[in-house]
């Protein structure tokens, strides 16, 4: 176990269906991020949260909208998808530097997400 | 741009076999280098990482090897179970930077 959990671990919603993501880490990060991962593409970085301000928002639609209550929570909400959101989501979570200069960072389980 | 391209796309190899993955980076400045492991429907899973001044680093029957001057990585498996059936991601980070660089996975099936 990661550490970092995430649920559900399996959502489908129609495109008019307003849902949420949630992540939640049990490592003492102070960072926390939103991934989406295609199949047979790269991972692509959707959303950074340092210290519960959003540091990063990579054009992303606005039709995803991340929330960062505290350093332990990240959450993203979902509105009026289209079938090609259709993707496994991930969380991740690291201390944002150690003394190597490295960000490791702790993947969630991922929620797959099918939209209909 | 900075850019992971990982080799083989995917892979099939037999109970006991070895087998070897490539991975070419442009990230630059260079900070380090992690190999993870992604199990069907999971998260990935760091196996290695690597910093400028390794060449190379294992964990069991991963070994991992990075030229820094050719800017190249290769994962090699050695007796290879079906346990190990997976996609296997290379990671690059630039010195500093937040940002991770993910190339697209190799899958691997393992088959016996």
């Known amino acids: 176990e990661t550490g970092v959990t995430q649920t559900p671990r399996h959502l489908v919603m129609g495109m008019t269906n307003k849902k949420s993501l949630k992540c939640e880490q049990h490592?003492?990060?102070?960072?926390m991020y939103w991934y989406k991962q295609s199949a047979k593409k790269p991972l692509e970085l959707m959303f950074v949260?340092?210290?519960?301000?959003?540091?990063e928002n990579n054009s992303v639609p606005s039709r995803f909208s991340p929330e960062c209550p505290n350093s332990s929570h990240l959450f993203l909400h979902l509105h009026t998808l289209q079938p090609e959101d259709s993707a496994l989501y991930l969380c991740?979570?690291?201390?944002?530097?150690?003394?190597?200069?490295?960000?490791?960072?702790?993947f969630g389980p991922g929620t797959r997400l099918t939209v209909t | 741009k900075n850019q992971v391209e990982q080799s083989p796309q995917s892979l099939i190899i037999l109970e006991g076999k070895n087998c070897t993955l490539q991975?070419?980076?442009?990230?630059?400045?260079?900070?380090?280098l992690r190999w993870y492991k992604q199990d069907t429907g999971r998260g990935p899973v760091s196996l290695t990482i690597m910093t400028f001044s390794e060449n190379t680093k294992s964990n069991g029957r991963y070994t991992a090897t990075l030229d820094a001057d050719t800017k190249q990585s290769s994962l090699h498996i050695t007796a290879s179970q079906l346990s190990d059936s997976a996609s296997y991601i290379c990671v690059v980070s630039a010195l500093y930077d937040y940002k991770l660089s993910f190339g697209a996975g190799t899958t691997v099936t393992v088959r016996a």
């Open positions: 991975c070419n980076y442009t990230v630059s400045p260079f900070s380090n």
């Open positions: 991740a979570s690291s201390q944002e530097r150690d003394q190597r200069g490295y960000y490791e960072q702790y």
């Open positions: 949260y340092s210290l519960e301000e959003r540091v």
């Open positions: 490592l003492g990060h102070n960072a």
